[in-house]
């Protein structure tokens, strides 16, 4: 069974062209889709028509501040990671931007592997897969997730029956475990399951 991992869209959000380029480059080398936006007013209808993932945005910037773009977003796309990027922190803006459900704040100039780190650590927070592991363990922390509601139980409940702590259940219904085969048989009998039913309906 082949499993299909959806591609990961990127808008990089920054009045400087060089920046948005050298970061197009850098995030097309890893595998994602992205886009980029040098004028920030034009943001709104590119969130409108466009299905992205992550944002990553700018603070200061002419025409438009970031944190006045953030609000245009979440006024349309209330889930979206917005990841704030700005040669200036500061404490007024870092609190504004998470008000607003910002993911994370990044310094300028970024760290390459720092910045992969934080963008590893938004796709998980979002639940965005980027190999077909990682995408099995999401269909099975839904499925699981899935069975267990339907059935009205409590983690508590599942624990009892399995055997299993509550937060390695909780761990592997948000894909931030990978379950072992023993585990998966005990879930599957706790839910009166076949095994085969908990990897999805491919």
């Given at each position: 069974m082949a499993i299909e991992v959806p591609a990961i869209q990127i808008l990089i959000v920054d009045d400087d062209p060089a920046i948005c380029e050298y970061m197009q480059t850098?995030?097309?080398?890893?595998?994602?889709?992205?886009?980029?936006?040098?004028?920030?007013?034009l943001v709104e209808d590119e969130v409108?028509?466009?299905?992205?993932?992550?944002?990553?945005?700018?603070?200061?910037?002419?025409?438009?501040?970031?944190?006045?773009?953030?609000?245009?977003?979440?006024?349309?796309?209330?889930?979206v990671a917005v990841v704030i990027f700005t040669a200036h922190p500061n404490l007024d803006t870092a609190v504004a931007s998470m008000k607003l459900d910002a993911v994370d704040y990044i310094k300028k100039p970024f760290n390459v592997d720092e910045f992969r780190d934080v963008l590893s650590r938004v796709m998980k927070?979002?639940?965005?897969?980027?190999?077909?592991?990682?995408?099995?363990?999401?269909?099975?922390?839904?499925?699981?997730?899935?069975?267990?509601?339907?059935?009205?139980?409590?983690?508590?409940?599942?624990?009892?029956?399995?055997?299993?702590?509550?937060?390695?259940?909780?761990?592997?219904?948000?894909?931030?475990?990978?379950?072992?085969i023993s585990s998966l048989y005990k879930i599957a009998v706790a839910l009166d399951s076949k095994i085969n039913s908990l990897f999805g309906n491919n």
């Amino acid at each position: 069974m082949a499993i299909e991992v959806p591609a990961i869209q990127i808008l990089i959000v920054d009045d400087d062209p060089a920046i948005c380029e050298y970061m197009q480059t850098l995030l097309e080398k890893d595998g994602f889709q992205v886009r980029t936006v040098s004028d920030p007013t034009l943001v709104e209808d590119e969130v409108r028509q466009g299905s992205f993932h992550v944002i990553i945005l700018d603070l200061m910037m002419p025409k438009l501040d970031g944190i006045e773009v953030l609000k245009r977003i979440r006024s349309i796309d209330s889930d979206v990671a917005v990841v704030i990027f700005t040669a200036h922190p500061n404490l007024d803006t870092a609190v504004a931007s998470m008000k607003l459900d910002a993911v994370d704040y990044i310094k300028k100039p970024f760290n390459v592997d720092e910045f992969r780190d934080v963008l590893s650590r938004v796709m998980k927070k979002k639940g965005l897969a980027r190999t077909p592991e990682e995408q099995l363990h999401k269909i099975i922390g839904d499925t699981i997730r899935g069975l267990r509601k339907e059935q009205e139980l409590t983690l508590k409940q599942m624990s009892r029956r399995t055997g299993l702590s509550i937060s390695l259940l909780s761990q592997i219904e948000r894909a931030e475990s990978s379950p072992s085969i023993s585990s998966l048989y005990k879930i599957a009998v706790a839910l009166d399951s076949k095994i085969n039913s908990l990897f999805g309906n491919n």
